[in-house]
Structure formats: C-alpha cells, structure tokens
C-alpha cells in the first residue's frame, strides 16, 4: 500500500478447502474436486495462507491473504471475510459457533455471581 517493506509479526496460518468449488476456484475440475472433497474432509491448500504483517508507515498491523506463485514472487491482498472460514489454527471471529449463548455469558462472568441464571423449581 505505502511501497514499504512489510515485517512479518505472526506464524503463517494455514488455509484448506472443506467444499468442492472452493478447489474449483483454484482450478482444479469440478469432479476431480468432489472426488477429493468426498474421500478427504478437508484438503489442505499449498502455496496460500493468512499471515499478520506490520507496516512502519502507518504502524499499523493488518492481515493479509499471501499467495506464492510459480516464479517465487508473492501476491498479498486483504484477507476477505469468508477466508476466515478456511484459515487453520486461529479462533473464530465470533466465538465458537457450537457453544449456546447461556455458556459464552457464563464465560465472561469476572465474579460467581453466576447462580442467580439459575432458578429452583419446586
């Protein structure tokens, strides 16, 4: 963005595919994609991966979706919010989709006053 160099301030997050057209996209064939898809629950994606970068110019950290090419130059661009879904090892962005709102309340309490969500019944 600035034409700075950008210094690497996190691991290298690993991407993968868990849907056909997400292969598709990078184009692989719609059945050569489904036939992986169905024997592998997730394919991991060689060559892409979200990392973390601080730019001295703003002094500001963003995330970047980094792609190497075949030439060993990268490409960055920002990392569109429905990568996240495929990012290995980072936390989601809104908790964890499975756990019931009670829990994530419960989770956040500092103190035990927890027992008044509980009410007795006779």
Same mark, same amino acid.
Request: include cysteine.
């Given at each position: 963005?600035?034409?700075?160099?950008?210094? $690497?301030? $996190?691991?290298?997050?690993?991407?993968?595919?868990?849907?056909?057209?997400?292969?598709?996209?990078?184009?692989? $064939?719609?059945?050569?994609?489904?036939?992986?898809?169905?024997?592998?629950?997730? *394919?991991?994606?060689?060559?892409?991966?979200?990392?973390?970068?601080?730019?001295?110019?703003?002094?500001? *950290?963003?995330?970047?979706?980094?792609?190497?090419?075949?030439?060993?130059?990268?490409?960055?661009?920002?990392?569109?919010?429905?990568?996240?879904?495929?990012?290995?090892?980072?936390?989601?962005?809104?908790?964890?989709?499975?756990?019931?709102?009670?829990?994530?309340?419960?989770?956040?309490?500092?103190?035990?006053?927890?027992?008044?969500?509980?009410?007795?019944?006779?």
């Amino acid at each position: 963005m600035h034409q700075c160099y950008l210094e $690497s301030v $996190s691991q290298k997050y690993q991407l993968f595919a868990d849907q056909p057209g997400q292969l598709q996209q990078r184009g692989m $064939s719609r059945q050569s994609a489904l036939m992986l898809i169905s024997n592998h629950r997730a *394919v991991p994606l060689e060559g892409e991966w979200v990392e973390a970068f601080w730019c001295e110019q703003c002094q500001q *950290v963003k995330w970047y979706h980094v792609r190497k090419s075949d030439n060993c130059t990268y490409k960055l661009s920002s990392v569109p919010q429905g990568l996240w879904q495929q990012v290995a090892g980072v936390i989601h962005p809104d908790g964890n989709p499975s756990v019931g709102e009670f829990t994530r309340r419960q989770a956040r309490l500092l103190s035990y006053n927890g027992i008044k969500d509980f009410k007795l019944v006779n």
